[in-house]
């Protein structure tokens, strides 16, 4: 029997069926597969952009080849973690163990990243931009290292996990009202035609964010296979939208922008339409 403070996280506790090992094997190899194929999409559609929008996507790029690193990690940890006996996936008694807390390093880079590409697409000016994405970085990285801290919580220390999920709610909270100071400057700043971006991006930002604490709470429905595959497809559904679909989205708005604003694109990136064919 392994003690359960030891192993840190309940992947490392429970059995899985063969579906459930396979599901979760799955989850995690789409994850990375789909933020490293992005990395190429965020390049070309950089091109097509004003030079002032152009970081926007570069900075998804990033978030991509980032991301995609760490959940390749999780990926090949998941593997080395278990190993099929007697028709099971069981823990492996020594060697690896796994663990989401790679997660949480990971959104130290990618956080700040992903908030600070809100200013930038909303072309507020220098010093307000640098104001306002140091402000969104202070409560986000109090409430990703707090969460760090309480998720080792679950294996069993119930009162670790809550005391200091509320903390770093409380934390996640002070970010919302500085999103929402960013929105309301997005609003106001975008061309009229643009203005309901923003107002839709905040509502996709706390769908998408909110499915993090959900997972973070989920090993008190209990130690199971199903909780093990759910949390890993809620972590899943929530990377591929608050990183993956949230920079598509910020791109299809400074595309719309730089046009708006008379940017043409090079012959190059309309070279689908030959001079003349129209
Ligand atoms: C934690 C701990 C429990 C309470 C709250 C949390 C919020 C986490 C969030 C994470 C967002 C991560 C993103 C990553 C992208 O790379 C830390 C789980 C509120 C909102 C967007």
């Not at 061309?191 to 923003?198: Q, S």
């Amino acid at each position: 029997p392994v003690d359960a403070n030891a192993v840190g996280n309940i992947e490392n506790l429970v059995t899985l069926t063969a579906g459930q090992y396979t599901s979760g094997s799955l989850i995690l190899m789409v994850s990375y597969g789909a933020h490293f194929a992005f990395i190429l999409y965020f390049l070309m559609t950089s091109m097509q952009l004003a030079p002032r929008y152009r970081v926007v996507p570069i900075i998804s790029a990033v978030v991509m080849a980032s991301a995609g690193l760490s959940l390749l990690r999780e990926f090949t940890t998941w593997q080395e973690t278990y190993q099929f006996v007697g028709g099971m996936y069981q823990p492996v008694a020594e060697g690896e163990t796994f663990t989401n807390a790679y997660r949480y390093g990971n959104w130290t880079i990618t956080v700040p990243l992903l908030l600070t590409q809100l200013p930038i697409a909303f072309a507020l000016a220098r010093p307000d931009l640098h104001k306002r994405a140091f402000r969104m970085a202070i409560p986000a990285l109090l409430m990703i290292w707090t969460g760090l801290y309480g998720q080792f919580g679950e294996t069993g220390d119930w009162s670790r996990l809550n005391v200091w999920g509320v903390i770093s709610t409380v934390f996640f909270v002070w970010l919302i009202i500085e999103v929402r100071g960013v929105i309301t400057a997005g609003i106001a700043n975008s061309p009229a035609e643009l203005k309901a971006w923003p107002k839709n991006i905040w509502w996709f930002f706390l769908a998408t964010w909110g499915l993090y604490p959900i997972a973070y709470a989920l090993p008190q429905l209990g130690f199971t296979g199903d909780v093990v595959v759910v949390r890993q497809l809620l972590f899943s559904i929530a990377d591929i939208s608050s990183k993956l679909i949230y920079g598509v989205i910020l791109s299809r708005y400074v595309l719309r922008r730089s046009a708006l604003e008379g940017y043409l694109p090079s012959a190059e990136a309309l070279s689908t339409t030959p001079a003349g064919s129209t």
